[in-house]
């Protein structure tokens, strides 16, 4: 008999696919994802707390380390800056508009407009290379 997916599964695996996209590293992922989902447990109502909660975390302590890992989209966007690199993940992966984006960014939504248009033409770049 399979037990059901409880909604604390789908919110962990969430924000791991979140943090892992954020640095390419397994374990700083789930040490990420483990952190935030123990700080903001059971007080945030949508995802994107949870997901501020590990952007603040990966640029406290691990946005200065250059993570080479991956192949592909994946690498092209370790090379991005922190930035770039979140508010693509934030639009085009995970689908989120510009205000949520700038609720996780702590910006504006016309900053993050910015941020996205400049990460995207970055990755472009890199993709014809």
Not at 62 to 83: D, H, M, R
Not at 98 to 125: C, D, F, H, M, T
């Amino acid at each position: 008999m399979q037990s059901a997916v409880t909604k604390d599964d789908e919110r962990i695996t969430f924000a791991y696919k979140f943090a892992y996209r954020l640095c390419g590293n397994r374990k700083v992922a789930e040490k990420l994802t483990e952190v935030s989902i123990t700080a903001h447990n059971n007080h945030y109502q949508d995802n994107s707390l949870l997901l501020k909660g590990i952007w603040q975390e990966f640029i406290k302590y691990y946005s200065f380390i250059e993570f080479k890992e991956g192949t592909g989209v994946q690498k092209i966007l370790l090379n991005l800056p922190a930035e770039l690199r979140c508010g693509v993940i934030l639009k085009d992966v995970f689908k989120y508009d510009y205000p949520q984006i700038a609720n996780v960014l702590s910006s504006s939504p016309e900053e993050v407009q910015k941020i996205v248009a400049q990460g995207r033409q970055r990755v472009g770049a890199s993709r014809r290379y």
